[in-house]
Each structure stands twice: as C-alpha cells, then as structure tokens.
C-alpha cells in the first residue's frame, strides 16, 4: 500500500490519443514463458506500455509448450481492414543485466 501512495497519478488527455481500432491483432506467449520469466513489474510494465489486451484465451494442451493468446491493440500492429483476421504477432524484448526495452512486433504468418 506505501509504494502505491507514493505513486503520482496524473490525468490523461484522451482529445489528442491515437485511435488504435484498425491497429489490432494476437500476442502470442508461451505460458511457460509467461508463468517464468514474466512476472517480473518492469517487464510487464514494458509489455502493457505497447500492448493493451481486451481478451485472454488459453490453449488447452498436455503440452508443456501450451500457448496463451492476448488479444488487444498496439501502435505496433499493422492496420487490419473490417472483415481481415487479425493478425498474430511475436512481442520481442530486449532484456539485458541492466536493461529492459521493448524491441519490436513481429508479425507471425
């Protein structure tokens, strides 16, 4: 509870905001991934900086490679027209010992 009252909380300005509702698509992770790696604050906070889920849907599987599917929408998508399938994607990261960025989306055929 300190560190979120310690927290500043500023307004945004939507009048100005970039409407994402052609830039969507699916991030794909591996739950593995997601459940190891993942839980970290700053990597979510990278993630959810350039990525604004709306649904979650698991993929049921024996296996342990078993996917997890967002989907949402991010500057980073390419436009998608009304009836296109939303594309899948690949969110990379740059993680380093000091460091955590977001690289880029790549687009899964």
Same mark, same amino acid.
């Given at each position: 509870?300190?560190?979120?009252?310690?927290?500043?909380? +500023?307004?945004?300005?939507?009048?100005?905001? /970039?409407? #994402?509702?052609?830039?969507?698509?699916?991030?794909?992770?591996?739950?593995?991934?997601? #459940?190891?790696?993942?839980?970290?604050?700053? *990597?979510?906070?990278?993630?959810?900086?350039?990525?604004?889920?709306?649904?979650?849907?698991?993929?049921? +599987?024996?296996?342990? =490679?078993?996917?997890?599917?967002?989907?949402? =929408? +991010?500057?980073?998508?390419?436009?998608?027209?009304?009836?296109?399938?939303?594309?899948? =994607?690949?969110?990379?990261? =740059?993680?380093?010992?000091?460091? *955590? /960025?977001?690289?880029?989306?790549?687009? #899964?055929?």
């Amino acid at each position: 509870m300190k560190n979120l009252e310690k927290q500043k909380i +500023s307004n945004i300005d939507i009048r100005n905001g /970039r409407n #994402l509702i052609k830039n969507r698509g699916i991030v794909v992770f591996n739950r593995a991934m997601l #459940l190891n790696d993942f839980p970290f604050e700053n *990597i979510l906070k990278v993630i959810f900086a350039n990525f604004f889920p709306v649904a979650i849907e698991a993929e049921h +599987s024996l296996n342990m =490679y078993e996917e997890i599917k967002m989907y949402g =929408y +991010s500057q980073h998508f390419r436009e998608v027209e009304e009836g296109e399938n939303a594309p899948h =994607y690949k969110l990379v990261l =740059y993680i380093s010992k000091n460091e *955590i /960025r977001f690289d880029k989306m790549v687009e #899964l055929k």
